[in-house]
């Protein structure tokens, strides 16, 4: 059974990228540049290494699996202050666990909230296309059918909440929602959040908004699923939100984020983990804290990205669709074959990228609605965007 969860999943969309480009060498006066991977290479701010040495005293101590009290303040007072919470309507004390990345959460949660059966069938897992692909292993891993739902320009990027169908609605036990969506920095709105909500409620399926991209925004924050709550009257029925230092702190390599919402989804979850999850490091959580209780490396952050976006935009004119991200600091362009513009990018341009193939599911008719794109990550500094983006261009014409 295991096995074939596991040659159901495929390959993920790095390996098929080092398997379209093996045996292949960029052009020998091209420095290679990697713009495949959202990881991010701002400098992290000078407080996470200082905090980790004023708490290098903890190395020896096993962190709880519950983490720290003063890192589930931190979180929840991050998540007031940031969405407008009302005083009280998140428990740090049942509603905040820290989470050694987001991708462990997204990841588990999928074996705490899927059922074996959901009204005598096999449960489904919504997720939108193009995906993240975790959501996918997720999926297919509790045992569960997923669902690829097209987040397409027509759609406005997200998925069609009034598309689903209604025997989809029945058996769903878990819907992923990314929001500044993962590759096209589309942002759901408050409505869009509340009408998600309601449906969750209304078919009991839980709702995991995957907001790691929530402080990389153009010029609106994004809104988010527990403000949509709080808007609804302040439950978090059916609603548990994750987080992320990687993005918002630029700290990929402190492998901390939190999940937040549901406490009944929250107990099941701690008991699952303490089985057999990770937990993060003391030293690592307490800076994870400090850096919770900071704002300002995070404006600077948003603001070098901007910055990048502002130079996307010069550079690449009209071409490929391009058009400004709301949210995020992925370029979505259209180059009518993904796979082809990908390989020809590396071997005559030493860029690297991701086909929009890569990260997309074939419909039924086996087109796939990421073809014709590339996903491109402006994680390098403003200089070295703007050479990797002039090289795209001369490259793809």
Same mark, same amino acid.
């Given at each position: 059974?295991?096995?074939?969860?596991?040659?159901?999943?495929?390959?993920?969309?790095?390996?098929?990228?080092?398997?379209?480009?093996?045996?292949?060498?960029?052009?020998?006066?091209?420095?290679?540049?990697?713009?495949? =991977?959202?990881?991010?290479?701002?400098?992290?701010?000078?407080?996470?290494?200082?905090?980790?040495? +004023?708490?290098?005293?903890?190395?020896?101590?096993?962190?709880?699996?519950?983490?720290?009290?003063?890192?589930?303040?931190?979180?929840?007072?991050?998540?007031?202050?940031?969405?407008?919470?009302?005083?009280?309507?998140?428990?740090?004390?049942?509603?905040?666990?820290?989470?050694?990345?987001?991708?462990?959460?997204?990841?588990?949660?999928?074996?705490?909230?899927?059922?074996?059966?959901?009204?005598?069938?096999?449960?489904?897992?919504?997720?939108?296309?193009?995906?993240?692909?975790?959501?996918?292993?997720?999926?297919?891993?509790?045992?569960?059918?997923?669902?690829?739902?097209? =987040?397409?320009?027509?759609?406005?990027?997200?998925?069609?909440?009034?598309?689903?169908?209604?025997?989809?609605?029945?058996?769903?036990?878990?819907?992923?929602?990314?929001?500044?969506?993962?590759?096209?920095?589309?942002?759901?709105?408050?409505?869009?959040?509340?009408?998600?909500?309601?449906?969750?409620?209304?078919?009991?399926?839980?709702?995991?908004?995957?907001?790691?991209?929530?402080?990389?925004?153009?010029?609106?924050?994004?809104?988010? =699923?527990?403000?949509?709550?709080?808007?609804?009257?302040?439950?978090?029925?059916?609603?548990?939100?994750?987080?992320?230092?990687?993005?918002?702190?630029?700290?990929?390599?402190?492998?901390?984020?939190?999940?937040?919402?549901?406490?009944?989804?929250?107990?099941?979850?701690?008991?699952?983990?303490?089985?057999?999850?990770?937990?993060?490091?003391?030293?690592?959580?307490?800076?994870?804290?400090?850096?919770?209780?900071?704002?300002?490396?995070?404006?600077?952050?948003?603001?070098?990205?901007?910055?990048?976006?502002?130079? +996307?935009?010069?550079?690449?004119?009209?071409?490929?669709?391009?058009?400004?991200?709301?949210?995020?600091?992925?370029?979505?362009?259209?180059?009518?074959?993904?796979?082809?513009?990908?390989?020809?990018?590396?071997?005559?341009?030493?860029?690297?990228?991701?086909?929009?193939?890569?990260?997309?599911?074939?419909? =039924?008719?086996?087109?796939?609605?990421?073809?014709?794109?590339?996903?491109?990550?402006?994680?390098?500094?403003?200089?070295?965007?703007?050479?990797?983006?002039?090289?795209?261009?001369?490259?793809?014409?």
């Amino acid at each position: 059974m295991l096995n074939e969860r596991l040659e159901a999943l495929g390959d993920n969309p790095f390996y098929r990228l080092a398997t379209l480009l093996a045996g292949t060498q960029p052009l020998a006066n091209e420095t290679p540049l990697l713009m495949s =991977a959202g990881e991010p290479q701002h400098p992290p701010p000078a407080l996470l290494a200082e905090t980790v040495a +004023a708490n290098a005293h903890l190395w020896g101590k096993y962190p709880g699996n519950e983490g720290s009290p003063e890192f589930r303040r931190a979180a929840t007072n991050w998540l007031n202050r940031r969405y407008g919470l009302p005083e009280g309507m998140i428990d740090p004390e049942r509603q905040v666990l820290p989470l050694v990345g987001t991708k462990e959460g997204l990841y588990l949660l999928a074996q705490v909230a899927v059922p074996q059966e959901k009204k005598g069938k096999r449960p489904t897992v919504l997720l939108p296309n193009p995906y993240y692909h975790v959501y996918n292993a997720a999926a297919v891993m509790s045992g569960a059918e997923a669902v690829f739902l097209p =987040a397409t320009k027509e759609t406005g990027f997200l998925p069609d909440l009034d598309a689903i169908p209604e025997e989809t609605l029945e058996r769903c036990a878990l819907f992923y929602l990314c929001s500044p969506a993962n590759p096209q920095g589309a942002l759901a709105d408050l409505d869009y959040l509340k009408r998600l909500i309601a449906l969750a409620r209304r078919y009991d399926f839980v709702l995991l908004a995957d907001e790691c991209y929530a402080e990389i925004y153009d010029t609106v924050p994004p809104p988010g =699923a527990l403000e949509a709550a709080a808007a609804m009257g302040g439950s978090t029925d059916h609603v548990l939100v994750m987080h992320s230092l990687s993005k918002r702190s630029s700290a990929p390599g402190i492998r901390c984020g939190f999940v937040a919402g549901c406490p009944d989804l929250l107990r099941m979850f701690t008991r699952l983990r303490s089985y057999g999850g990770s937990t993060v490091p003391m030293p690592l959580l307490a800076a994870a804290t400090a850096l919770w209780d900071e704002e300002t490396h995070v404006a600077e952050n948003r603001a070098l990205y901007r910055q990048k976006i502002d130079i +996307a935009e010069r550079v690449i004119g009209d071409r490929f669709a391009f058009y400004r991200p709301p949210g995020g600091f992925f370029l979505w362009l259209d180059v009518g074959d993904g796979e082809k513009a990908t390989h020809r990018l590396w071997t005559q341009a030493g860029i690297k990228v991701v086909p929009g193939g890569y990260i997309a599911r074939p419909n =039924a008719d086996g087109s796939n609605i990421g073809q014709p794109y590339i996903r491109v990550a402006l994680v390098h500094d403003a200089d070295k965007v703007e050479a990797g983006l002039g090289r795209l261009v001369r490259a793809l014409g």
